[in-house]
Nanobody
Framework: QVQLGESGGGLVQAGGSLRLSCAASGGTFSRYVMGWFRQAPGKEREFVAAINRSGASTYYADSVKGRFAISRNNAKNAVYLQMNSLKFEDTAVYYC???????????????????WGQGTQVTVSS
């Protein structure tokens, strides 16, 4: 069982940047495909980005492609989400997720992960 904890959220103006971090403990980090999801008030949780076990492959939702970048550091048991050119529509609670049942980053977009962090709030002002 892996435990996840997010940090780095906050308030930022539209057009600005934030970098989210997710620290993992327990389990073997390199065995997990890692990803980020987000949930805005009144909306369902949606997929944002994922990265495979080695970090060689990534996959993004169309809404963030070209603006967000996911990365991981297996030596530090950490995954990151660099968010640039933020829009008001990016406002949400962002959740880190882990799945050791899948192999590809794309698969996380349609298979709900079994492990989640508590979330970190990202608020983008217009």
């Amino acid at each position: 069982q892996v435990q996840l904890g997010e940090s780095g959220g906050g308030l930022v103006q539209a057009g600005g940047s934030l970098r989210l971090s997710c620290a993992a403990s327990g389990g073997t980090f390199s065995r997990y495909v890692m990803g980020w999801f987000r949930q805005a008030p009144g909306k369902e949780r949606e997929f944002v980005a994922a990265i495979n076990r080695s970090g060689a492959s990534t996959y993004y939702a169309d809404s963030v492609k070209g603006r967000f970048a996911i990365s991981r550091n297996n030596a530090k048991n950490a995954v990151y989400l660099q968010m640039n050119s933020l829009k008001f529509e990016d406002t949400a609670v962002y959740y880190c997720a882990a799945d050791d049942r899948i192999l590809t980053a794309q698969r996380m977009s349609d298979m709900t992960p079994p492990s989640w962090g508590q979330g970190t709030q990202v608020t983008v002002s217009s």
